[in-house]
């Protein structure tokens, strides 16, 4: 099977060096270019099966060079990289395209699960990651509209109502299905039974729709 070939977009040097060692210590994953800017990220995001992109860059940064790619013809999935979670700007990247997000203080595993679920279209979060995004959105949750984030999960059964809160809590799909006492194939179809009745193409949107509802506990 061919390697999964990653684009590293940051404008410093020394987190694409780390990267690219957390990613060339697999078997699977191959570091096919580097770009320190957005423009440079959009001229070679051809080359690459998932772009790892930073969202403060001078110049074109993170969401337009996301937004731009995801335009593009057989885009790559992209995830975008931050150092805090209160950043605006993951929201925006979420919207326009990305498939999820890492916190670069993020451990290698977890960079790994990421890029390697991201490729397969399962884009992983991790645990820690989703609740400090919901604790974000939480924190503005007064200037949320929740009757409309409602109203569009009505569309959703019961037990897909109950996947989709189980992602927004971070868990993967094996312990969805343990939590729920059903096999991890029956959740991969109740996601993609989800993201078609919501209109979404990640994990991180239906966390973020279920998080405006309120659905989640404090």
Do not use: C, W
């Not at 423009?39 to 860059?57: G, I, S, T």
């Not at 057989?74 to 979670?85: A, D, F, G």
């Not at 609740?131 to 109203?151: I, T």
Request: proline share 3%; charged share 25%.
């Amino acid at each position: 099977m061919l390697p999964v070939r990653v684009l590293l977009v940051d404008d410093d040097t020394l987190v694409r060096k780390a990267l690219r060692q957390i990613l060339e210590a697999t078997n699977d994953l191959e570091v096919v270019g580097e770009a320190g800017d957005g423009d440079e990220a959009v001229r070679h995001a051809h080359q690459a099966d998932v772009v790892l992109m930073d969202l403060r860059m001078p110049g074109m940064g993170g969401v337009e060079a996301t937004s731009r790619i995801i335009h593009s013809p057989s885009p790559p999935k992209v995830v975008v990289l931050t150092t805090v979670t209160a950043d605006a700007a993951i929201i925006d990247a979420i919207h326009a395209g990305a498939s999820g997000f890492l916190l670069k203080t993020s451990s290698p595993e977890e960079i790994v699960n990421t890029v390697r679920a991201a490729h397969a279209g399962d884009a992983f979060m991790s645990p820690t990651s989703t609740r400090q995004l919901l604790e974000q959105l939480r924190s503005d949750a007064g200037r949320r509209d929740r009757r409309a984030a409602r109203r569009t999960l009505a569309a959703l059964t019961d037990r897909e109502r109950e996947v989709a809160v189980a992602v927004a809590e971070g868990l993967t799909n094996d312990a969805i299905a343990a939590q729920l006492n059903i096999s991890a194939s029956t959740v991969k179809a109740h996601l993609s039974t989800i993201q078609t009745k919501l209109d979404v193409d990640s994990r991180v949107r239906i966390a973020v729709l279920v998080e405006r509802a309120g659905y989640l506990a404090a």
